[in-house]
T-cell receptor, first 116, second 115 residues
Framework: DAEITQSPRHKITETGRQVTLACHQTWNHNNMFWYRQDLGHGLRLIHYSYGVQDTNKGEVSDGYSVSRSNTEDLPLTLESAASSQTSVYFC???????????????FGQGTRLTVV | AQKVTQAQTEISVVEKEDVTLDCVYETRDTTYYLFWYKQPPSGELVFLIRRNSFDEQNEISGRYSWNFQKSTSSFNFTITASQVVDSAVYFCALLIYNQGGKLIFGQGTELSVKP
């Protein structure tokens, strides 16, 4: 069965360290997204990609970067982790959102990141 | 600007009660989708329903029903005869057609169903 997986599921890191969260999908979707979930804010978009070599900034992109070298993976990098980046991170993928096509986003299980 | 508001932060009910979760959205676009997701205590996001802006028919799926009203920009979710397993955080989300599948989420409503 096709799926989307995130790793690690939990991570504790120190302030100032570089951290990379992995996201891998086997749906063969062109669209991939990273969101962070914080109490009172719901999920907010960090970065997204519409295909290989394409990346775009979302609502809360400062301090984060992504790269897309193949269809399946969109790793999220925190260049220098800060305590404000303690959050739960969700990766998602979807087909193109042409009207009438399936626009459902499939989400990974989430990564709980703690920056101390 | 597009926005989704879930004004109810937390709701607590007793098992078998009916409960409605409110969702109000803002957009000037005429073509869009609305979604509901469930996040149980285990943390994953579970897709519940998708509705497009041209389909205002209410939908029922078992104990779940959804009321979409464009006139009030609302997409409310009702659980009939709630059960303890319904305890979760529920998110309403908006997706604008031709904006690449980006979801705009509400803040979430935490539903607690007590036995």
């Amino acid at each position: 069965d096709a799926e989307i997986t995130q790793s690690p599921r939990h991570k504790i890191t120190e302030t100032g360290r570089q951290v990379t969260l992995a996201c891998h999908q086997t749906w063969n979707h062109n669209n991939m997204f990273w969101y962070r979930q914080d109490l009172g804010h719901g999920l907010r978009l960090i970065h997204y990609s519409y295909g290989v070599q394409d990346t775009n900034k979302g609502e809360v992109s400062d301090g984060y970067s992504v790269s897309r070298s193949n269809t399946e993976d969109l790793p999220l990098t925190l260049e220098s982790a800060a305590s404000s980046q303690t959050s739960v991170y969700f990766c998602a993928s979807s087909e193109s959102s042409g009207f009438g096509r399936n626009t459902e986003a499939f989400f990974g299980q989430g990564t709980r990141l703690t920056v101390v | 600007a597009q926005k989704v508001t879930q004004a109810q932060t937390e709701i607590s009910v007793v098992e078998k009660e009916d409960v409605t979760l409110d969702c109000v959205y803002e957009t000037r676009d005429t073509t869009y989708y609305l979604f509901w997701y469930k996040q149980p205590p285990s943390g994953e996001l579970v897709f519940l329903i998708r509705r497009n802006s041209f389909d205002e028919q209410n939908e029922i799926s078992g104990r779940y029903s959804w009321n979409f009203q464009k006139s009030t920009s609302s997409f409310n979710f009702t659980i009939t005869a709630s059960q303890v397993v319904d305890s979760a955080v529920y998110f309403c989300a908006l997706l604008i057609y031709n904006q690449g599948g980006k979801l705009i989420f509400g803040q979430g409503t935490e539903l607690s169903v007590k036995p």
